[in-house]
């Protein structure tokens, strides 16, 4: 995704402890500035909660959904 615009629906990654959680989260069409970096502020689809997350984060978000082909999972 290139563009992101108010209410689209992106695919964020937390790490809790070690696990990796995928939560929906809507464009609020808001920003702020903090510390000299530019935050875009998204609300969880099912929770709410408010989450910023700078260019960088939403770059690694969409690489991270990326999803690839694979027939088998060796282990």
């Keep these: 995704m290139e ?3 108010i209410d689209d629906v ?4 937390f790490n809790i ?11 609020t069409g808001q920003y702020s500035e903090y510390n000299g970096e530019t935050m875009y502020w998204f609300i969880n689809t099912k929770t709410d909660t408010e989450y910023p997350f700078t260019k960088k ?3 690694a978000f969409a690489e991270a959904n990326e999803r690839h082909d694979l027939d088998t999972i060796e282990f």
């Design 10 to 13: 992106i695919k964020a990654i």
């Design 17 to 27: 402890n070690g696990t990796t959680i995928w939560v929906s989260c809507s464009y």
């Design 3 to 5: 563009n992101i615009n």
């Design 57 to 59: 984060q939403l770059v």
